[in-house]
């Protein structure tokens, strides 16, 4: 089966500090891709970054990058110069290519930029 | 230019009722997605459609009846609805089938039932 924990269901920083957050997952498939997704107080789901299992080079967007550690099966996010827009829930997801073809999500991270 | 969209945003019922979401999506993707959003925030799929063909069934209640009537459109009946079913539905869309392909989320429609 297809899992995905997050372990930190809150987390604050401070506006321009860094934060990272946690994500680990399981997956018997060797073809999968990890995201993360952003839903601010708006409820808009937003996809943050992603990454395919096969790279290794990290993927980064500006502020935002992620440590992709494959035999640990981690994948945490950084958030750079934290912004008071960055307040949202986190969610870490996992879609398992030739598997069960769907995307799995964590139980979020909320996490609060504080001025 | 809303990508993907739901109506209606907010939907008050009482039990037993039945209700329909709407989704649309103008990316002219061919998969699209049903998800629930417990009050935990927590996020699961319900169904995905491919070419209106449906791919994923999860173990959802046969309450929940999923229809496409085209690739843009996947609409969402609920019977007979029960406090449990009180969440936020999301839709989204999605180039196609493969795991690379970013999901595309509606804004999402909050059900309460009373």
């Known amino acids: 089966a297809q899992t995905v924990t997050q372990s930190q269901p809150e987390m604050s920083v401070q506006e321009a500090e860094t934060v990272t957050l946690s994500c680990t997952y399981d997956t018997s498939e060797s073809n999968y891709y990890l995201f993360w997704y952003k839903q601010p107080p708006s409820r808009q789901m937003i996809l943050v970054i992603r990454?395919?299992?096969?790279?290794?080079q990290n993927a980064t967007e500006n502020r935002f990058s992620v440590n992709f550690q494959k035999a640990a099966k981690s994948f945490s996010l950084k958030i750079s110069d934290s912004q008071l827009g960055d307040t949202a829930m986190y969610f870490c997801?996992?879609?398992?290519?030739?598997?069960?073809?769907?995307?799995?999500f964590g139980k979020g991270t909320k996490l609060t930029v504080n001025p | 230019d809303t990508a993907v969209s739901q109506t209606p945003k907010y939907l008050v019922t009482q039990m037993g009722n039945d209700k329909s979401i709407k989704c649309e999506q103008n990316?002219?993707?061919?998969?699209m997605y049903w998800y629930k959003q417990d009050s935990k925030k927590f996020l699961k799929i319900m169904f995905s459609y491919n070419n209106k063909e449906l791919i994923i069934n999860e173990t959802v209640p046969n309450r929940f009846s999923p229809k496409s009537p085209d690739k843009a459109h996947l609409n969402l009946h609920i019977n007979s609805l029960e406090l449990g079913d009180s969440a936020v539905y999301f839709c989204?869309?999605?180039?196609?089938?493969?795991?690379?392909?970013?999901?595309?989320f509606g804004p999402g429609t909050r059900l309460t039932v009373l």
């Open positions: 990454q395919e299992a096969y790279k290794q």
């Open positions: 990316l002219g993707h061919d998969t």
């Open positions: 997801a996992s879609f398992s290519q030739g598997g069960s073809e769907k995307l799995v």
């Open positions: 989204a869309s999605s180039p196609g089938l493969a795991g690379a392909n970013e999901q595309f």
